[in-house]
């Protein structure tokens, strides 16, 4: 697909929703800058080699290290011949999450504090086997951030759907990749080792898309986004809202952040998807602590909320 200022977009498939993951190709003077990789299915590099049709791939970028925008990074790489950049902080959690086996049994041994049953957490621990071949990421890449440019990009932070997601800005155009989507909303989850409030961090993200105000907004999935100023401050509506709905269901006994999300997300989702209902979760019950709208409890190594209770003084 052609989009303004010769910028091309490259779609792949994922085997999970959305289906489909979108990269894009800068044009530059020492050749295209490539945009994140799709995820690294056992096919990707033929994918990869007839979707850039002999395209001189100066440089990848990877924007943040999920899945789906990372995990195809060495393939590619191995491909063009081209280096791979990558956020510092974003690089240290990529090596953190998928260059460590035990990484599943850590995250659901934490998701066992947040009140989630085994059963959903082994199954976890099974999928997160599953997955950890289609990621293959590129070692000791060139660390960028916020601020450096890449072939006259500026690179913008955007903490809050992941803690190191980067985005491009030039010409008011803004390759948001996760940091705004046009139809979902994108995941903001705590997980362990985020960083302590993500859901502060993506609103102060959106408020900065708002100040450098973006005509055009290239997202990792759906349609290019013509009003990114109107998308961002939607966003920030919508989790005003979700805070006050998460406010409201919290009672005076302590409740974790999994029956929450019962309330919140329902009771009918399969284990992946429990998983990102209880992060998300999360993130609006720390933002709610933070402004003094909740309080947390931990007991017995699980870790509980309550509404604010008020006159009794909190520590
Ligand atoms: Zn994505």
């Not at 085997?15 to 959305?18: E, G, L, Y």
């Not at 362990?192 to 409030?197: A, F, I, L, Y």
């Not at 997300?265 to 989702?269: D, K, Q, R, V």
């Given at each position: 697909m052609e989009l303004p200022f010769g910028i091309r977009r490259i779609t792949t498939p994922l085997?999970?929703?959305?289906g489909h993951v979108h990269s894009y190709l800068l044009p530059g003077e020492s050749g295209w800058t490539l945009v994140d990789t799709g995820i690294g299915l056992p096919d990707a590099q033929d994918v990869w080699a007839t979707a850039l049709d002999g395209a001189e791939v100066a440089r990848i970028f990877v924007t943040h290290f999920h899945p789906d925008h990372v995990g195809a990074a060495a393939d590619v790489a191995e491909l063009t011949g081209a280096p791979v950049s990558q956020g510092e902080l974003d690089y240290s959690q990529c090596e953190l999450v998928w260059g460590n086996p035990e990484w599943p049994r850590r995250i659901a041994g934490w998701f066992v504090t947040h009140g989630v049953p085994s059963e959903i957490t082994e199954e976890l621990i099974g999928s997160g086997d599953v997955y950890r071949p289609l990621i293959r990421y590129q070692p000791d890449p060139e660390l960028v951030d916020d601020g450096d440019r890449l072939d006259g990009w500026e690179l913008v932070a955007a903490p809050?759907?992941?803690?190191g997601q980067l985005c491009l800005i030039k010409d008011r155009v803004l390759v948001s990749a996760d940091h705004l989507l046009g139809r979902i909303s994108p995941t903001v989850g705590l997980w362990?080792?985020?960083?302590?409030?993500p859901l502060g961090d993506f609103i102060e993200s959106l408020r900065r898309t708002i100040e450098l105000a973006p005509e055009l907004a290239l997202p990792g999935h759906g349609e290019p986004i013509g009003n990114p100023v109107g998308r961002a401050y939607e966003l920030i509506e919508h989790h005003r809202e979700r805070l006050a709905f998460t406010e409201s269901i919290l009672e005076d006994h302590p409740r974790t952040g999994y029956e929450l999300s019962l309330d919140l997300?329902?009771?009918?989702?399969k284990a992946a998807s429990r998983r990102f209902a209880v992060a998300e979760t999360l993130s609006h019950l720390e933002r709610l602590v933070l402004e003094e709208r909740a309080e947390r409890r931990e007991d017995l190594g699980m870790v509980a909320y309550t509404a604010r209770q008020l006159g009794r003084r909190a520590f």
């Open positions: 085997p999970t929703r959305p809050g759907h992941a803690d362990p080792e985020s960083r302590p409030d997300f329902g009771a009918e989702l």
